[in-house]
């Protein structure tokens, strides 16, 4: 993610003018493609994709993947970005809606926010993808492609650990461990994110033993999730919190050695705020922080050895399971699920997971390059 403000929200003719430029990939496709319902005769139908931002790379690369391959197959694709405004989504949706989209795939900004949006898909028979944030308290939801995010949040805190010295990269312990204690603090997602609490949770747990112990310490005594969530992933506020605790809780003899960030844009702001503050010289080194997603940046800072690891999650992956849940939909066929741990306070919508891999600055070639994610010269 760029370290971009969100974009304010916008009323009135402001939003108009909004949503005309906000960046749909395609107008081409007329009503007459449309008409509700799925099912036989859907070649070349409209497939309605809604993305929250496009200040974050991950989502730029989540939507032409997505579209890439609904095109691929021969369906038509309006594609939005929201830029992170709530009613900039909700009418990018009661557009697609009306210009006869069969199948929406969206990723919110705000989960609770498109109830009456999703009850106007569904009178329409247009069935509903929640895209890796789970769409909350609404009964029309259809499927949920995402990745395991209690998991995500397990390894992010793993990858804590390995930095610590208490874990090796592969999970199991390191003996013997170190004595400690280390003083840590932790910063969570956004709290209209559904995923952020999973996030957290996940860490949370993993990191207990140790906190329990006192081999890990967060000194600032700030550990609930509401005190410690970034709203919208925003990496200036997660920046300003960083100062906050440096100046209130830590001084030249008292050192914060590790931070859990749940988000790359995050851990930019963060090691920018430790930076001002000393850190990242020949005798006071960064902490360990983590992230998640491998943005560039992020991965050029674990490579020059400042941010210490991020989770990955191949946003191809994710992409082509939306694509093949939206496909099987379109042709009255059941898309396949892995899951019944997702109650968005509504239902339990089916859904299918997909794992992720650490990236830390001794594997990025292998996992990153080789694959094909990167390029090396991006990461140069």
Not at 38 to 56: C, F, W
Not at 116 to 137: C, E
Not at 328 to 335: A, H, I, N, R
Not at 351 to 380: H, P, R
């Amino acid at each position: 993610m760029n370290l971009s403000k969100l974009a304010a929200a916008v009323t009135g003719i402001a939003l108009v003018t909004t949503l005309a430029a906000c960046g749909s990939s395609t107008k081409t496709a007329d009503k007459s493609a449309g008409g509700s319902g799925t099912g036989a005769g859907t070649a070349g139908g409209l497939v309605g994709v809604t993305m929250p931002t496009r200040s974050s790379e991950r989502w730029i690369h989540d939507g032409d993947n997505v579209k890439a391959g609904l095109e691929k197959l021969g369906y038509k694709v309006d594609l939005e970005y929201a830029n992170n405004d709530i009613p900039t989504q909700a009418n990018q949706i009661e557009n697609q809606i009306s210009m006869g989209a069969k199948v929406l795939i969206i990723a919110s900004i705000d989960g609770t926010a498109l109830s009456n949006q999703l009850q106007a898909a569904h009178d329409k028979g247009i069935k509903v993808i929640s895209y890796d944030r789970l769409l909350m308290k609404s009964p029309n939801v259809d499927y949920y492609a995402s990745f395991d995010n209690y998991k995500v949040g397990v390894q992010q805190a793993t990858s804590l650990l390995v930095g610590l010295g208490f874990k090796k990269e592969d999970g199991s312990d390191v003996s013997p461990a170190p004595a400690g204690p280390f003083n840590i603090e932790v910063f969570a997602g956004s709290p209209d994110d559904n995923n952020a609490p999973f996030f957290f949770k996940g860490a949370m747990d993993t990191l207990k033993p140790y906190l329990d112990s006192g081999k890990l310490v967060v000194k600032s005594g700030e550990t609930d999730f509401k005190t410690v969530a970034i709203l919208r992933w925003d990496p200036a506020t997660a920046q300003k919190r960083m100062e906050d605790l440096i100046t209130k809780t830590y001084s030249a003899s008292t050192k914060v050695q590790g931070v859990l960030s749940p988000y790359d844009g995050l851990s930019i702001g963060i090691l920018s705020a430790l930076k001002s503050a000393g850190y990242g010289t020949a005798g006071q080194p960064y902490p360990i922080v983590t992230g998640q997603d491998a943005e560039v940046a992020s991965v050029k800072s674990i490579i020059a050895g400042e941010q210490y690891a991020t989770v990955w999650k191949d946003t191809r992956k994710l992409a082509n399971l939306a694509v093949t849940m939206a496909d099987d939909v379109l042709k009255g066929q059941t898309p396949q699920t892995n899951s019944t741990d997702y109650n968005n306070g509504s239902k339990v919508v089916p859904t299918e997971v997909l794992d992720f891999e650490t990236v830390y600055k001794d594997n990025y070639q292998k996992v990153l390059v080789d694959s094909g994610y990167y390029t090396a010269a991006q990461l140069q």
